[in-house]
């Protein structure tokens, strides 16, 4: 099977734009979840998805936005983009939510 | 804080000796995950060890789980250069995300 994939894998925008991130899961996963990824904060959870429902979603302001569709593919949107956005933004798929999660390479984000 | 936290921060060996890192956490689990990061890209599964399990074993990494104490160990043994990643343990509690620690950034020098 085709691994979790990410697109795109680079992206350098500036402060006040807004970015959409998608991530394609492996075939036959329902959950996804969305993680960010930074020097100082770690890995942090921004939302799980499940059957295009938003489960959990992770202590992030409302410009932190996502979606899940009926096949599963999932987007992240952040609108108005402060400096401190500028992170790895990670997908990981799981059949179920307890499962081990399969994560994609990432999308790199930098704002200016 | 809820995350698990990993010590040590970082770890330095030699090739062919044996790294362990540490993971502990404060609420019970349903079970424990132990990831793999190379720089900069995302994150591999190594292994899973379920609440009622005490040590498991795939290939040189060996697991062990004590939830009395809220802790758990990752061993692998007669590491490689390639082992160079950092290495996360992600606490799974059933109805909540996975969450993970900080990581340990280990370096196997040849």
């Known amino acids: 099977k085709a691994g979790v994939t990410q697109t795109p894998r680079y992206l350098i925008k500036t402060r006040g734009q807004q970015v959409t991130l998608s991530c394609s899961p492996i075939?036959?996963?329902?959950?996804v979840s969305w993680y960010q990824q930074t020097p100082g904060q770690g890995l942090q959870f921004l939302f799980e998805y499940f059957s295009e429902t938003q489960r959990n979603k992770g202590n992030f302001p409302g410009r932190f936005s996502g979606r899940q569709f009926s096949n599963s593919r999932s987007e992240m949107n952040v609108s108005t983009l402060e400096l401190g956005d500028s992170a790895l933004y990670l997908c990981?798929?799981?059949?179920?939510?307890?499962?081990?999660?399969?994560f994609g390479p990432g999308t790199r984000l930098t704002v200016l | 804080s809820q995350q698990g936290e990993e010590d040590p921060q970082a770890l330095s060996i030699q090739e062919g000796e044996n790294a362990t890192m540490n993971c502990s956490y404060k609420t019970s689990i349903n079970n424990l995950q132990w990831y793999r990061q190379n720089s900069g890209r995302g994150l591999v599964h190594l292994i899973l060890?379920?609440?009622?399990?005490r040590e498991k074993h795939s290939g040189r990494l060996r697991v062990t789980l004590d939830t009395s104490k809220k802790s758990s160990s990752l061993l692998i043994t007669a590491s490689r250069a390639a082992d160079t990643a950092s290495y996360f343990c992600a606490r799974n509690s059933g109805n909540t995300p996975l969450v993970f620690g900080k990581g340990t950034r280990l370096s196997v020098i040849a």
């Open positions: 060890i379920r609440s009622n399990e």
């Open positions: 075939s036959g996963h329902r959950s």
């Open positions: 990981a798929s799981s059949p179920e939510r307890t499962d081990t999660q399969y």
